[in-house]
């Protein structure tokens, strides 16, 4: 072996050393993460046991948000190490980069406030506990389900599926729909000419029969109140009433006991109306009636003719 091959081994055996490095970055990864993952089963188990108030939902969530951010920040981290032992493996002097990394960085950073906005308002999302992942939040007015809490960004999906981000320091108004419970609230509108009183006792025998139901009792925390007469509406007299359930579970128990209510209000023969006019226009403008006498077919056409000639050549 010559003396020039020799002098190569030193850069084969670093080049050797990468794949070792990429390798031990993903194993290192994997390892952190199970680890975090079996921490929130303990934290989750542990608060659980102490916060009897609590629902085990609430936790859950909380625990589950602080995690997924903890994982993001090891990844980020453990890369960047990785970076730095490739570079320095492939004959870079480390020090220099880092150094000039620190001086990009603190130009960018007199361009970046908006980043730093949003990753402080990101932490206090996180640490206030104002939304968690699987609330349902109206941020800015728009409204879905929360599928990320990052540093910097918030991440909504909608209804029809659309991904709504927002960076967390444009978060101007945020409403969570779904923290530690949730309320259905009806306006249920019947005919004038129903009675009242015996409309709202069939609405209690409806929240009666839904918490006998075995599936939705388990969703529903206090049963339907019954709040009475709303309001009068133009063709209607609302009721309102509403039910207290699991956080994001209100839709899918008001949908069923709208569907009772309906089912209900047909066999009882209860009106719900729908929007309708009526016209009336006085007793001084009765009905007339037109009659045209003297004159025959032949001659009211040509009269119509004559009319519309007129006309024509006026124009």
Do not use: C
């Not at 870079?92 to 402080?120: C, H, M, T, W």
């Not at 709040?227 to 007299?237: E, L, Q, R």
């Amino acid at each position: 072996m010559t003396k020039n091959m020799l002098s190569y081994l030193p850069y084969v055996f670093n080049i050797m050393r990468i794949p070792i490095i990429i390798v031990g970055a993903f194993m290192a990864i994997r390892i952190l993460n199970a680890i975090i993952e079996r921490f929130e089963k303990k934290i989750s188990d542990h608060i659980k046991a102490k916060e009897k108030t609590m629902l085990p939902i609430e936790i859950e969530k909380r625990v589950q948000t602080v995690g997924n951010l903890l994982k993001k920040v090891i990844f980020v981290s453990i890369w960047l190490v990785a970076a730095m032992m490739v570079i320095k493996e492939l004959g870079f002097d480390v020090k220099p980069i880092l150094a000039g990394a620190g001086i990009i960085g603190l130009a960018v950073s007199f361009g970046a406030q908006n980043l730093v906005r949003d990753i402080i308002s990101g932490l206090f999302i996180i640490i206030e506990n104002q939304i968690r992942v699987g609330d349902v939040a109206i941020i800015n007015g728009t409204g879905g389900l929360v599928e990320a809490i990052n540093l910097r960004t918030t991440v909504l999906r909608g209804l029809d599926g659309t991904v709504h981000i927002f960076p967390n320091g444009t978060i101007n108004t945020l409403s969570n729909m779904t923290h530690e419970y949730s309320y259905y609230v009806f306006d249920i509108g019947v005919a004038y000419k129903e009675d009242v009183d015996r409309v709202m006792e069939i609405l209690k025998e409806i929240g009666n029969e839904i918490m006998q139901d075995e599936y939705y009792r388990s969703l529903i925390i206090e049963p339907l109140e019954i709040w009475g007469v709303d309001k009068f509406a133009d063709s209607a007299v609302i009721i309102k009433a509403r039910i207290k359930t699991l956080p994001i579970k209100q839709w899918e128990v008001g949908r069923e006991i709208n569907r009772r209510i309906k089912k209900r209000f047909d066999e009882e023969g209860i009106e719900i109306p729908f929007p309708h006019h009526s016209l009336y226009a006085g007793e001084a403008s009765k009905p007339f009636r037109i009659k045209i006498e003297g004159l025959d077919r032949e001659e009211l056409k040509n009269l119509i003719r004559e009319v519309l000639e007129e006309k024509s050549f006026a124009k």
